[in-house]
């Protein structure tokens, strides 16, 4: 026959105990939030690098003309202006922060540099003067490798928190 011994804890303790296990879930899930927020900017990064939308097996369309700098990265500054933001009750966005580079000489004034890339309607016209439509070249978007490599990286998260 097994013995059982039982032990009484006051309420007050009980909500102690309970309290820093919820402390220890928001710290967690803080910490998880920003791990995944700096995964996701350092993958969109990697379009720049390997010239498409990353792990998607697209390349960007080729420019009519050829320049010493990489497509999208005549300065450096738009691939630097993808950061990630958390959100108030939860989640996080990834996106650009325009307000990282200034528009250059003899490109538009809006803050649409970024935007018009990664905009799904496509409905971007090149200039004022032509119906010709922008070349996009997307970086940042929807990545079912970017979602399961998240889907990983919480498991792992999860499991130390309990396990811990």
Do not use: C
Not at 13 to 32: G, I, R, Y
Not at 46 to 66: I, L, N, P, V
């Amino acid at each position: 026959m097994a013995v059982t011994t039982r032990q009484n804890i006051t309420p007050k303790e009980m909500m102690n105990h309970f309290s820093v296990l919820t402390s220890q879930f928001d710290v967690a899930l803080l910490n998880a939030k920003q791990d995944i927020g700096r995964l996701a900017v350092d993958f969109f990064k990697k379009s720049f690098e390997s010239g498409g939308f990353y792990m998607s097996g697209d390349k960007w369309a080729k420019r009519k003309h050829e320049y010493n700098w990489g497509v999208l990265d005549k300065t450096g500054a738009l691939k630097d202006s993808i950061v990630y933001e958390l959100q108030e009750g939860g989640g996080l966005t990834v996106k650009t922060d325009e307000s990282r580079f200034a528009p250059q000489r003899g490109t538009r004034e809006s803050n649409s540099y970024a935007v018009f890339h990664n905009d799904p309607t496509g409905t971007w016209k090149l200039n004022q003067h032509t119906d010709e439509p922008q070349v996009q070249r997307q970086f940042i978007g929807r990545s079912p490798y970017l979602e399961k490599q998240i889907l990983d990286r919480l498991s792992l998260i999860f499991q130390n928190l309990f396990h811990a």
